[in-house]
C-alpha cells in the first residue's frame, strides 16, 4: 500500500446539497452575530470567543502569504509585533514625558483623555498599525525575492526572531527620551478601544469588543474573497503553482510577491493593534516563534488557501488552546476519581492532537478545491461543479 | 523593476559596484565580525588570544550544531521536510545519555579507563536511542502523510516536537538541571600561544570529526548511501530502478536520529546543564546552520554549525547573551542575500 492510497482512501467530507451550501456562510455569520446574546456578558466564554476572531484574522493574513502566494512564512509574529506595539506606543503611558508631561490626546474621550502619554484614537491606531505592518512586511519580503522555496521560511523566520529579540531587549535601546520597548514588563495598561458615538469599552462587559473582532473577521474575509478573485490573486496563484511559469506568463514577481507580504502583514498589524488593546498589554513574551508556529498551524490544518478552512481551523485551533485543554480536559481526571494532574500535560496534549488531526485529514479540514482536484488527481472528486466555478462566473 | 536587472540598463559605477558586492560581500559579512574584534583586541591587551578563545569555543559548540544540523539536512535533502522535532530528538538523546550515566554509575571519582569505557558505551545507546526515536517518528507522523500537501508534515512535526518536550518536562521537570561533571569540561587540557583547549573542546572535536567522517564515507560508498542519493535526487527514479525508498527514507531518519543522540551526549558533558527546552532552541540554530551551508548539502552544514558556533560565542562575549540570537539570524539574512542557495548551496529540487 502506498501512501497514496491513504490519502484516496480516507473519508471525503459528507456532500451537501447544493443550496444547504451556499445557505451556510450567511448562516454562520449570523449566528456568529447573534452569538453574545446567548451569553454571559463577561467571563471566559467570550473571552476566547474574542481571542480566537483576533486569531482568525491573523490566519487570515498569513493564508495571502503562504495559503495564496505559497511563500512559507514562519515569522508571522513580527506583525503581530508591531501592530501591538503601535497600539502600545499610540494608546497608553508609555511615553510619559510625551507633550512635558502633559500628554497628547486625538480624538479620545472619557478617561485615557486625562492622562499623560500619547492616546489616539483606536481606528486610527488601526490604521498607523496597517501602514507599519505593510511597509515592515515589504521590507522582510525583499531579501526573500531572489529565494525560492524553503529559504524564505528561514529568512522569514529569522526577521521574526530578530524582532522579538528587540521587543525582549528593547528597555536597553534608548533614544529620543524614551525606550524602545518596555521588554519583559510590557506596556501596560493599554488604552480600551474608544470609538465615535460610542462609550469607551470596558473589561466587564466583553460584547461590544466581540463584536469589533467579529468586524475585522467580516473585513478580512471580504478582502480575502476579493483578492482571491482579482486578478492579483490570480497571480498570487499562478505564482505558488510555477514561479518560472507566471514569469513568463508576464506576472511581474517582486510586485506580487512583496504585495503579498504586505497584504498579510496588514492583517496581522490590525489584529496586533485590538490584542494589544484587549489584553491590556503589549508584553515582549507574547512575540516568541511557537506564535508563528501556531498560525502557521491554523491555516495548514484548516486547508490551505481555503478562506472557510482557514476560518475553521483558526477556530478550532484557538478554542483547543484556550478553552479545551485548559478548562475542559484538566478537570476530566477529577470527575472519574483520578487523582492527576492533566496541566503538565497540556502541550503535549496539543502536539498529539495536531498530529492526529493532521494524520487524518492531511488536506486540511476544508481544502481548497483546487488543491483537493491535485490530490484526487482530477476526474472522480470534481462531480457537478467545475473547480473554476467561481472565477469563471 | 524587471528591467533594471537586465544588463546594460544600469550605470556602469552601479554594476561595478554590484559585481565587487557579489564577488566580495559574502566573504566581508563573513569576516567583519572576528576581524573588527580582532583589531580591538590588539589595540586594548595587545595579542589576539582572547579572540582565539572565543573562536576555538566556538567551534567546539559549533561542532555540535554541526551533528544535529547534518540531520536536518540529510532529511531535508531527501524528503524535503523542515523537521522540527529533530531538536526535541537531541534533547532526548541529552536525557537517554544522563540517565545511562545514573543506571551504568558513572561518577565523578570513576576513574579514567572505566570513564572512556562507560562514556563509549553511553554513546552508543544515546546514538541508537535517538535513532530509532527518529525513526518512529517518520513511521508515525510523515511516511502518511508523504502525498498530502507539502506543508503537512510540518505540523506534525511540530506536533511531535510539541509531545517530545512534554516528555522531557515529565522525565526532568521544568528548570534546568545540572548534572555531574564527569569530564571535568572546563579544566584546561593544554594550551597554544594564550589558546586554552578544554576537556570539553577536546571531547567535542573527538568525537563529532570521526562521527561525521564515517558518515560522509558511509554516504559516498556504501550501496545504501548511494540510495539515498538517488533518492534525494528522484524518488519516482530511484523507485523504478529497484530501490526501496521506504527502508532508504528510515536509514536517513536513523542516519540523522543517531547524530543528533551522539550532539546530545557531547551537549550534556560539555555544557553540565540539561532542560527539556535545550531541543527547541538547537533545532532553531542547525536549521538556521543547515540553511546557511545550504540546506541538502552536508559540508554545509558542517560549516554552517560551525559558523554559528564562532558567531554565537563572539556574540555572547562581546556583546551580550541577550543579543546573540537576533545576530545569529542577521548573519543568515545577510548570507542569504549575498548568496541565495547558502554557502556551498547545491540546487535541490525545490530550489531547482
Known sequence: MTAADTVRGLPSAPKLPQPVRRALPPAAILAAILLPFFVASGGGFIDDATIALAYVVMALGLNIIVGFAGLLDLGFVAFFAIGAYTMGYFGSLFHIEANGGEGIHILVTGFAAELPGIHVNFLIVVVLAIIATTIAGMLIGLPTLRLRGDYIAIVTLAFGEIVGRIAINGDEITGFGTKLTNGRQGITPVDKIDLPFLAPFTSLNLRPWYWVALTMVLIALFVNFRLRDSRLGRAWIALREDEVAAASMGVPLVKTKLLAYGTGAAFGGMSGAFLGSFLNTVNADQFQFSFSIFVLAMIILGGLGSIWGVVVGAIALSFIVNRLIPDVLNGVPGKIGLDFDLTELSFGIFGFLLVIMMVLRPEGLIPERRRKMELHEGIEELGEEPAYEARVR | ?352
Open chain 2, 1 to 352: 523593476m524587471a528591467t533594471a536587472s537586465l544588463p546594460g540598463s544600469t550605470p556602469a559605477p552601479v554594476r561595478a559596484l554590484r559585481s565587487l558586492l557579489s564577488k566580495y560581500g559574502l566573504i566581508a559579512v563573513l569576516l567583519i565580525m572576528p576581524v573588527a574584534f580582532g583589531i580591538h583586541d590588539l589595540r586594548t591587551e595587545g595579542d589576539l588570544s582572547r579572540l582565539g578563545n572565543n573562536m576555538l569555543d566556538g567551534l567546539s559548540n559549533g561542532s555540535i550544531w554541526a551533528l544535529v544540523a547534518i540531520g536536518y539536512t540529510l532529511v531535508y535533502g531527501i524528503v524535503e521536510l523542515i523537521n522540527f522535532a529533530h531538536g526535541d530528538v537531541f534533547m532526548i538523546g541529552s536525557f537517554v545519555s544522563v540517565g545511562f550515566f545514573g543506571t551504568v554509575g558513572l561518577t565523578v571519582t570513576t576513574g579514567a579507563f572505566g570513564l572512556v569505557i562507560g562514556l563509549l558505551l553511553t554513546l552508543v545507546i544515546a546514538m541508537v536511542a535517538s535513532g530509532m526515536l527518529n525513526v518512529m517518528i517518520e513511521r508515525v507522523a510523515y511516511r502518511p502523510l508523504r502525498d498530502a500537501p507539502r506543508l503537512a508534515p510540518l505540523i506534525t512535526a511540530v506536533g511531535f516536537s510539541f509531545i517530545l518536550q512534554n516528555v522531557g518536562l515529565l522525565w526532568r521537570g521544568g528548570s534546568p538541571q545540572g548534572i555531574a561533571n564527569l569530564i571535568d569540561s572546563q579544566q584546561v587540557f593544554f594550551s597554544v600561544a594564550g589558546v586554552f583547549v578544554t576537556h570539553g573542546d577536546a571531547l567535542a572535536v573527538l568525537v563529532t570529526v570521526p562521527l561525521v567522517l564515517a558518515m560522509t564515507t558511509f554516504i559516498s560508498r556504501s550501496r545504501l548511501g548511494k540510495a539515498m542519493r538517488a533518492t534525494a535526487q528522484d524518488p519516482d527514479a530511484a523507485r523504478l530502478m529497484g530501490i526501496n525508498v521506504d527502508t532508504t527514507i528510515s536509514a536517513t531518519f536513523l542516519i540523522g536520529g543517531m547524530l543528533a543522540g551522539a550532539a546530545g551526549l557531547i551537549y550534556a558533558l560539555y555544557q553540565t546543564t540539561i532542560w527539556y527546552f535545550q531541543g527547541f532552541t538547537a533545532g532553531l540554530i542547525a536549521f538556521t546552520a543547515a540553511v546557511m551551508g545550504g540546506i541538502g548539502n552536508i559540508r554545509g552544514a558542517v560549516l554552517g554549525g560551525l559558523i554559528i558556533g564562532v558567531i554565537q560565542q563572539i556574540s555572547d562575549n562581546r556583546i551580550g547573551s541577550q543579543w546573540t540570537p537576533a545576530i545569529v539570524f542577521a548573519y543568515l539574512v545577510l548570507i542569504m542575500v549575498f548568496k541565495p542557495s547558502g554557502l556551498l548551496g547545491e540546487e535541490t529540487r525545490e530550489a531547482g
